[in-house]
């Protein structure tokens, strides 16, 4: 068992690495560099294999020790944000207009130290796969190096993964079994009709009104369509119509979100969604045209996957800071593709409260490079205790 010593001595270079990643930001399957960063590293490490080019960018560093069959998978994230970085800090972004606004700097820094400690040990019985996976944010990354062959090539029992997490306190680690992130499904709505000069509006169509009536009557799916015990959230994100101050558009572009935990909900939202638009569309005598397309879905923490991760945080950090009945976010992430192919469990690393502007995908947003020791034991904690050495 590795004690503090290691982790102390360590994690130094894993903020530097963090650092550098950081102030090197690549966006969704463009994380060129940092996959080339990663690769090397894993080599330097005497890993047993180092896969590129998986699902795009994506990485995967095969480590074995002892004889056993059993394996598992630790994953972590390498896409930036397209976020204008506004920190002030002397490694903040050099590249305009893309920020790790997010902390994936700091999984991926944090897995590769745990890479290091690991490979120096090898004080477990089995293999450990090292999944470093590209475009997380919004491309689906996970599923790409999914369908690319990742668990046919690399079979794991379960896979883990964390995420930084502001709002809950620093020292506490959360997880529970089920779901622990929603689903989301992005939808896009276009009425079309006949422009007009706004002095003349009989001449022509209203897609603006319509849209309004839209935005009012879209709420009816979560306050009188579904049980209101379930959580289901449905945003309107954007509107886009016209660009002249006389004229009446013909054309209003809507986009909008729904977020939830139940799976049945997509096809819910899909047929209402289009009803509702239809009914307007006919009501205001124009054209309505629904592109309803199905995101990640829920994230669902396995039993035993999560009974492990549990136990690894206690190890980690004492029982009394592990935090396993707490709310679910209706936040999205696409390690959920993972879980459901795999089985597994993610994890929430408390950092504190944050400000304006600095919490995930805030331009003043820091990642607290405080828990990279805690990240560090409990990934540790997690492959001994899970692959223990005979």
């Known amino acids: 068992m590795l004690h503090n010593d290691p982790i102390a001595a360590l994690t130094p270079e894993v903020i530097a690495w963090r650092h550098h990643i950081h102030c090197n930001p690549e966006l969704g399957f463009d994380e060129n560099e940092t996959a080339r960063f990663i690769a090397e590293k894993l080599r330097a490490f005497d890993f047993d294999e180092v896969h590129e080019g998986i699902g795009g960018t994506g990485v995967v560093g095969v480590l074995r020790s002892g004889t056993g069959t059993r394996a598992i998978g630790l994953r972590a994230e390498l896409d930036a944000l397209p976020v204008v970085e506004r ?107 006949l422009g007009a000069h706004a002095a003349m509006p009989q001449l022509g169509d209203d897609p603006i009104l319509a849209a309004g009536a839209f935005v009012q009557a879209v709420q009816r799916i979560v306050s009188r369509s579904v049980d209101p015990q379930t959580a289901l959230v449905v945003s309107l994100t954007q509107i886009h119509g016209g660009n002249v101050g006389n ?54 923490n396995t039993a035993i996957a999560t009974a492990r991760a549990i136990a690894a945080a206690a190890a980690t950090v004492g029982s009394e800071s592990v935090s396993t009945e707490f709310n679910p976010s209706l936040g999205c992430e696409d390690f959920a593709f993972m879980i459901r192919e795999a089985g597994g469990c993610y994890a929430w690393i408390g950092v504190g409260d944050v400000g304006p502007g600095e919490g995930l995908h805030g331009d003043r947003y820091v990642f607290n490079d405080e828990i990279v020791p805690t990240v560090l034991r409990y990934y540790v904690n997690l492959v001994e205790q899970t692959l223990p050495a005979s």
């Open 87 to 193: 920190t002030g800090l002397p490694y903040a972004s050099r590249n305009e207009g893309v920020m790790h606004a997010c902390g994936h700097d700091g999984h991926t820094a944090m897995l590769l130290g745990a890479a290091r400690l690991l490979s120096q040990s090898r004080a477990f019985d089995g293999t450990v796969y090292f999944v470093f996976q590209p475009a997380e944010e919004n491309e689906g990354g996970s599923l790409r190096m999914i369908k690319d062959g990742l668990f046919e090539r690399f079979p794991v029992e379960a896979i883990y993964a964390v995420h930084n997490w502001p709002g809950l306190g620093q020292g506490t680690i959360a997880a529970r079994v089920g779901a622990q992130m929603a689903a989301v499904d992005n939808f896009e709505l276009t009425f079309e009709g």
């Open 247 to 300: 004229i009446v558009p013909g054309r209003v572009w809507l986009q909008g979100t729904c977020r939830f935990f139940e799976p049945g909900h997509s096809d819910r939202c899909e047929k209402l969604i289009g009803e509702i638009a239809r009914g307007i569309a006919v009501a205001h005598a124009l054209e309505a045209t629904l592109n309803y397309h199905k995101g990640y879905p829920p994230l669902i």
